[in-house]
Each structure stands twice: as structure tokens, then as C-alpha cells.
């Protein structure tokens, strides 16, 4: 099973800031088989990024994923308000599917 | 739209059993993997199980293997998942998502989660 080490646990940003939420596989994700979601407290999650950097649908260009093999990040350019949450990474490139521990981006 | 509702949670006694539903609407709903996700209290997402299209080649997480079994009735436009022997570390919000694909294995829509609390 791949685990997902997300970090760091808490990110404390302004709006308006720069995130950069890390994500590192315990081995290779295969073909950058790698899904990042959001999740607002109280809310299911939502897909942001497939494939390690493609948008999801209706996703802004504010969010960006890159990486591969075991490294990948997520980098949210410019924070908006609506834009602190949790962040999920997760993995389909082998069975089980495995999520990371989740990065809470909060308001500093 | 695509919308998927999740029903059937509740309190049930260690040992118990609850069977979860999932109503989906607004897609061809069998062309596509289905997906059960849960989060315990406070903590992060957990795989559980997974379903083909055609309902074949269920797969289960390590910890539900043996007392939880997925299901569907593409007929109903329905998922299921049928939990039993519950046990404490089986509360959770159970999630019911859609495959973006047959078994890509991300998931791009999600409902809004059935509570199972596990307590006597």
C-alpha cells in the first residue's frame, strides 16, 4: 500500500498569500496517478487536480499541481477567502487507492 | 446535474449491522466505478470499497474485508453497501462518489455523507 505523507499539517496564510502544500508518496505514484481534493468544514470533498496537474472542471488557474514519482505539491497562487479549507491528496496508480492525512490551510 | 444522496446511516450496537443507500442521478449511472468513502470524527478520507459498472470486481480496504459488502442495482440507479459485525472504529460519515471513469480511480463528484455512529 502507498502512504501519502502530507505537510505541513497546518498551513497559517493571509488572503491574498502564496500556499504550498506538499504531498510524498512512500513509493512511486504510477504515472502521476495523483488527485488532490478540497474539503470546507462541513462539506463533502471536491475534485481540484487529476493526473497530478489537470484541472478539474471549473477549477481556477489559482490552483496548480506538479510532481512525480513520489514528490508532488499543490500551490494555490493567490489565497481568497473561500479558499481556506482542508487539502487531500490521493493516489490511483495502485490498489488500494490511498489518501494523505489532509493540509488545514487556515487564516492567519 | 449530477447529484448522488446517501441514506441509511444511524446508531446501531457493536456487532450490528446497518445497510447504506446511494440515489444517484443526472449520469448514465452504469457506465461508471462507484465508490464508497468515510471519514471518522475530526480525521481524514478512507477508501472503503469500490464497484465496477457492471458490478463486478468489488474491492474492499483491509479493515471492512469480510463484514462490509458493496453492491448496486443499475437498474435503480442505486448503491449500496451492506455493514456488518460494526465495530467502534467504524464511525464515520460514509460517503458515496463517482468514479471519473470505469475504475480511472479519482473521483469526481461526491454526496454530502450518511452518518454511522458505532456506540452501545
Known amino acids: 500500500e502507498i502512504v501519502l505523507t502530507q505537510s505541513p499539517v497546518t498551513l497559517s496564510l493571509s488572503p491574498g498569500e502564496r500556499a504550498t502544500l506538499s504531498c510524498r508518496a512512500s513509493?512511486?505514484?504510477?504515472?502521476?496517478?495523483l488527485a488532490w481534493y478540497q474539503q470546507k468544514r462541513g462539506q463533502a470533498p471536491r475534485l481540484l487536480i487529476c493526473d497530478a496537474s489537470s484541472r478539474a472542471t471549473g477549477i481556477p488557474d489559482t490552483f496548480n499541481g506538479t510532481g512525480s514519482g513520489t514528490d508532488f505539491t499543490l500551490t494555490i497562487s493567490r489565497l481568497e477567502p473561500e479558499d481556506f479549507a482542508v487539502y487531500y491528496c490521493q493516489q490511483y496508480g495502485s490498489s488500494p487507492w490511498t489518501f494523505g492525512q489532509g493540509t488545514k490551510v487556515e487564516i492567519k | 446535474e449530477v447529484q448522488l444522496v446517501e441514506s441509511g446511516g444511524g446508531l446501531v450496537q457493536p456487532g450490528g449491522s446497518l445497510r447504506l443507500s446511494c440515489a444517484a442521478s443526472g449520469f448514465i449511472f452504469n457506465d461508471f466505478t462507484m465508490i464508497w468513502v468515510r471519514q471518522a470524527p475530526g480525521k481524514g478520507l478512507e477508501w472503503v470499497s469500490d464497484i465496477a459498472s457492471d458490478g463486478d470486481s468489488p474491492h474492499y480496504a483491509d479493515s471492512v474485508k469480510g463484514r462490509f459488502t458493496i453492491s448496486r442495482d443499475n437498474s435503480k440507479n442505486q448503491l449500496f453497501l451492506q455493514m456488518n459485525n460494526l465495530r467502534g472504529d467504524d464511525t464515520a460519515l460514509y460517503f458515496c462518489a463517482k468514479d471519473a471513469d470505469d475504475g480511472i480511480g479519482f473521483f469526481d463528484y461526491w454526496g454530502q455523507g450518511t452518518l454511522v455512529t458505532v456506540s452501545s
Open positions: 513509493q512511486s505514484v504510477s504515472s502521476s496517478l
